[in-house]
């Protein structure tokens, strides 16, 4: 029983990614980029299921040290590209070394995150730009609430996938997202597993074009 009303509830988060990433509403489903949500909510739908139901065959992680091991050891594995879905950028300095090795050797770092209008955000973009990445800010209203790191697409046997979550474990503490400053075990819960594009190819390629999709709209923001 507690399976089940985990799955459903899983299902109620699948549900408002959805709705999160299309903005689906009447008019949009009429309107001439009705193409557009409609195939983005349907991607965002199978990567749910996905989610929910691919055997567990790869790394997880459920701290935040964890994470941040399977984060370098992602950057670390680059043979041809990495592709960042973002909310801020509080990460990159921790990085900074491993990313200035990845843009150096001539691959490419594309990177979207959110638009966040404060001084620590504005601090993280500089240092990324600096780094050689391609930064692009989510469209107004279409974050995707997909957090996490793609490497090595176009080379299915070391093409990987890292999908981080995060949760509020404190009700009413500081939402660092919306700031530019990393989070804390004490703040937030993790969750995160590695895909492999030769063993999931579903998710992967899923992701991978979903990621493609946003870098290359149209009304797409980029940071500088």
């Known amino acids: 029983m507690r399976t089940k009303w985990r799955s459903l509830w899983r299902f109620a988060q699948i549900a408002s990614m959805v709705i999160g990433i299309t903005g689906i509403t ?32 790869a790394d997880k992680a459920t701290k935040k040290s964890e ?10 594995s680059v043979t ?14 921790q990085h900074e070394h491993s990313l200035r090795h990845i843009t150096k ?3 490419s770092l594309q990177i979207l995150c959110k638009h966040i209008p404060t001084p620590e955000a504005r601090q993280n973009i500089d240092l990324a730009l600096s780094i050689g990445a391609d930064i692009y800010y989510y ?4 974050d995707p ?14 093409a990987y996938m890292l999908i981080v979550e995060k949760r509020v474990r404190v009700t009413g503490s500081r939402n660092y997202d919306t700031v530019g400053l990393p989070g804390t075990e004490a703040n937030y819960q993790y969750f995160a597993k590695v895909y492999s594009k030769r063993l999931d190819p579903l ?21 500088a």
């Open 26 to 57: 009447l008019d949009r489903l009429f309107g001439a980029q009705a193409l557009l949500y409609v195939g983005a909510a349907t991607l965002v739908i199978i990567v749910g299921f996905s989610l929910l139901w691919l055997p567990e065959r």
């Open 145 to 158: 609430r997909v957090r996490g790191v793609i490497i090595n697409s176009d080379d299915t046997p070391n």
């Open 80 to 93: 041809t590209g990495v592709k960042v879905f973002a909310g801020d950028l509080s990460w990159i300095s």
């Open 105 to 107: 050797s001539g691959n």
């Open 203 to 223: 998710i992967f390629d899923t992701m991978d074009t979903l990621f493609d999709t946003y870098f290359k709209m149209q009304n797409g923001q980029r940071t």
């Open 139 to 142: 469209p107004e209203g279409r």
């Open 67 to 76: 994470v941040n091991s399977l984060w370098r050891r992602m950057f670390q």
